[in-house]
């Protein structure tokens, strides 16, 4: 039944959604650890390393020997610098800290791998993901017939098809490691924009346009009860609707709007973090004059661990 898990956990959360009304759901793609924090002083350091290293993994530096913490972070921004020149970049740590905030997805992946890949080649075929999500409602279609559920095998089955071949980027209906994340996790890889777009137009279009007017964009975070008051955050998000959704102010988001209100370009967290990094780091502050492109490799490690000369 491991197969049959993606589908039911859609089919959970529509009714879990429906339970609570009043509850809000978010949309709005997010950089996973980076966007809930702030650099507050007294717990920026703390900060930068669950930044740098993840959660999980700066816990567990944290308790780590002086001796320990300089080899493993050594050998941390030894894969970093790229081109050895002793020198790491605010582009090297960018890509570093993104390669982090993904590494749970990964894990994600590496944990279900093995549900999916029936015949065991290191791949996934459309069939094997196919057989292993939907053969039971392919042995036994009379029994889903009448299911008008928004989430539904019927429906659920051409959408999972078309996301796969969306993520198989050499198409050969098999997906490796990488493809298969994308199509699990679409929303962290930007070649799968378009279809995370295309799938929440479908989710909240409840009249088929091929638009989201202000109602269905209510509907979709919250069930009113018949007769029942708004909550203020309701009214809210009314507003938001019509000062920043509704770009071109004609009464609903097309696409474009759509992504412009689930992906937002304004603020890139990942940036920002590089370029501190690089800006606490540098004790001399030569990289001011430089526009933040880079930090050597010692002053890094000497505030990483907290050296003093």
Known sequence: MAGFSLSCVVLLCAVVAQA???????RVIRDPELSRQAHEDNKSFQY????FLGKEDAKTFDQLTPEESRDRLGKIVDRIDGDGDGYITTAELKDWIKRVQKRYVYENVAKVWTDYDLNKDNRISWDEY???TYGYYLANPEEFQDDKDQFSFKKMLPRDERRFKAADLNGDMAADK????SFLHPEEFDHMKDIVVQETLEDIDKNGDGHVDEDEYIADMFSHEEGGPEPDWVKTEREQFSDFRDLNKDGKMDKDEIRHWIMPQ????AQAEARHLV???DQDKVCLDLFLLFVSIKSFLKYFLCISD
């Open 20 to 26: 609570k009304p009043t509850i809000r759901k978010e």
């Open 48 to 51: 930068d390393h669950e930044a």
């Open 130 to 132: 196919k057989q292993a």
């Open 178 to 181: 990488e493809e298969f994340t």
């Open 266 to 269: 304004d603020y890139d967290h």
């Open 279 to 281: 800006y606490e780091s």
